[in-house]
């Protein structure tokens, strides 16, 4: 009974992993592959009960590890896993058929049904992360990471004198309900009810301690966005023209990673608001 019991908490583990995103790729992984490891486990059982049976009757009478059928299921099963086997045995009970036996069973099971298997979990991982990927705008690193998840955690845990989470969510929710995306400090206190605010002795200084919240100065988009307007359109122009010195070209590179590095933490925090990880707003 207490086996059971382990195993079934083991297997809740995979519904409890849900929650994190890089964690659940495991769990996308078995129902993407499900309909084509269940067709596999039918062949392979098929081909494991019969070399269990070939090999009782061939060798059982006179060999302990194939006496009965239960040893010779076992005795396939681990020398499917790697198990060494005394093949003088064998060739000492039934020289020829233990030839056919040992050849026929490593070229089907250990060779060929063990690799379909690994192709079918491979293709299902690839398959079942790039979903994930798509779900968070194509890019890898906008996934959410275990460790980051536990760094948020830490700032929230850590975020002394801060407003509430609930009463910041509630806010964000009201200006979410107008599709305000963003907002100043100011409108969030305005969101909170003033009874709220008398009660819980809410002030703007409260509000950006949150450790929830993504503050950005105002008018840092705009500014960003009229540099890149400036500068993507023309730049492989001028670096082609070779008009620039290599100190400018050097210069105009790293203003353009700069600016793609802030194109990627820009969709990534978009993906975080969207998920309702954190709120975002622009200080006053």
């Not at 098929?46 to 059928?69: D, I, K, R």
């Not at 060739?91 to 490593?106: E, L, P, T």
């Not at 929710?173 to 819980?200: D, M, Y």
């Amino acid at each position: 009974g207490n086996f059971f019991n382990i195993l079934l908490c083991l297997t809740r583990c995979f519904k409890f992993y849900r929650f994190q995103p890089r964690l659940a790729i495991i769990n996308k992984t078995m129902e993407t592959c499900f309909s084509d490891l269940y067709h596999f486990l039918l062949m392979f059982i098929t081909f494991l009960f019969g070399f269990a049976v070939m090999s009782n009757v061939l060798f059982g009478p006179q060999l302990h590890q194939f006496s009965t059928l239960q040893e010779s299921l076992m005795t396939g099963w681990m020398m499917m896993n790697g198990a060494s086997l005394n093949y003088m045995q064998l060739a000492y009970v039934d020289g020829s058929m233990a030839a056919v036996f040992f050849v026929s069973f490593m070229f089907l099971v250990f060779i060929i049904l063990l690799n379909v298997l690994l192709a079918i979990l491979v293709d299902s991982y690839a398959l079942a992360k790039d979903a994930t990927v798509e779900e968070f705008g194509g890019e890898e690193d906008n996934i959410p990471s275990l460790a980051g998840d536990m760094a948020t955690i830490v700032r929230h845990s850590f975020s002394w004198g801060g407003i509430s989470n609930t009463v910041l969510l509630q806010a964000v929710k009201h200006l979410l309900e107008h599709e305000e995306e963003q907002a100043t400090v100011e409108q969030i206190f305005q969101c909170i009810p003033e009874k709220v605010r008398n009660r819980n002795n809410i002030t703007h200084d409260k509000i950006l301690k949150n450790g929830g919240l993504h503050l950005v100065e105002e008018g840092e988009e705009q500014d960003e966005e009229h540099i890149e307007a400036m500068l993507d359109p023309d730049l492989n122009e001028i670096l082609a023209e070779g008009g620039v010195g290599s100190d400018v070209k050097e210069l105009l590179r790293k203003m353009d990673e700069m600016i793609l590095e802030n194109k990627q933490l820009r969709k990534r925090i978009d993906n975080e608001v969207a998920s309702g990880r954190i709120a975002r707003v622009k200080s006053d």
